[in-house]
């Protein structure tokens, strides 16, 4: 019977676990919509399309995260631990589908514009770079959280990433060649929001939805967290209008 239980309470905490708490039509059109949107304008092979899916998905992905910041937090931060728990538990799980698949969206879109309007020379070593930069950081800050840095799993899952990361950079590494520092500047704040949204802020997401969904959830855990992440937020945002002036600069360079 223990074990029946446990299986049960594992089950609840993986994916669709989540996406039930999300409300599953929420989450498979957080998910869903952005993606298929971005794969039509990439089979289309439109410019224009593709701009669209990429401003459009960083609209709202910069959007949301300043709302956070600089609306939610601020209001959530005047309220109980017990309230703002109960909100966090309610929010988090539809914003672990929407905000990764929006920043996924927006950046993959941003490089593939780059490259194809000839404003990313040199970019096998740099796309290598970011890589490494964003990879390796972010397993090491899902480790921590989880406590799980010593975990074969983990270790297992490094151990990848370090070699694949490192055996595209050592076979990019020799065409090296300096890109616009335009585009320096916007693979610099592309690693940090990476590292920030998928190492940090990701898994507190999970984090908050184990113990919503735990026999004892710890209160002041998910209220801490959850107020983190809306700082957090706010930080991600104010990041992304620093890529705007970047991106307006890279758009009127000529190589």
Do not use: C
Not at 35 to 55: D, E, P, Q, W
Not at 60 to 84: C, H, K, N, S, Y
Not at 160 to 169: E, F, H, K, Q, R
């Amino acid at each position: 019977m223990a074990q029946s239980t446990a299986d049960r309470v594992e089950r609840k905490r993986g994916i669709g676990g989540l996406a039930k708490q999300a409300n599953p039509a929420f989450a498979v059109g957080a998910v869903a919509v952005p993606l298929i949107a971005f794969a039509g304008a990439l089979a289309s092979g439109n410019i224009r399309a593709l701009t669209y899916v990429h401003v459009m998905a960083g609209v709202l992905w910069t959007g949301i995260d300043l709302f956070m910041g600089l609306v939610l937090g601020p209001v959530l931060g005047g309220q109980e631990p017990e309230a703002r728990a109960d909100f966090f538990a309610s929010f988090t799980p539809k914003m672990t589908f929407l905000m990764p698949t929006l920043a996924t969206v927006t950046i993959s879109g941003g490089i593939l514009l780059a490259l194809r309007l000839g404003k990313f020379p040199n970019a096998d070593p740099w796309l290598a770079i970011l890589t490494a930069a964003t990879l390796i950081p972010v397993i090491l800050l899902i480790g921590y959280q989880f406590d799980a840095l010593t975990d074969p799993k983990t270790l297992g899952i490094l151990g990848v990433a370090v070699v694949g990361s490192g055996a595209y950079l050592v076979t990019t590494l020799p065409a090296f060649a300096m890109t616009s520092w335009w585009m320096v500047a916007t693979l610099g704040i592309v690693t940090l929001l990476s590292v920030q949204g998928f190492g940090v802020i990701l898994p507190g997401e999970v984090r908050i939805y184990r113990q919503v969904v735990s026999e004892n959830p710890d209160v002041d855990l998910v209220s801490e967290i959850g107020m983190r992440n809306a700082r957090l937020g706010g930080l991600q945002g104010l990041m992304q209008l620093a890529i705007v002036f970047v991106m307006v600069g890279l758009r009127w360079w000529t190589p």
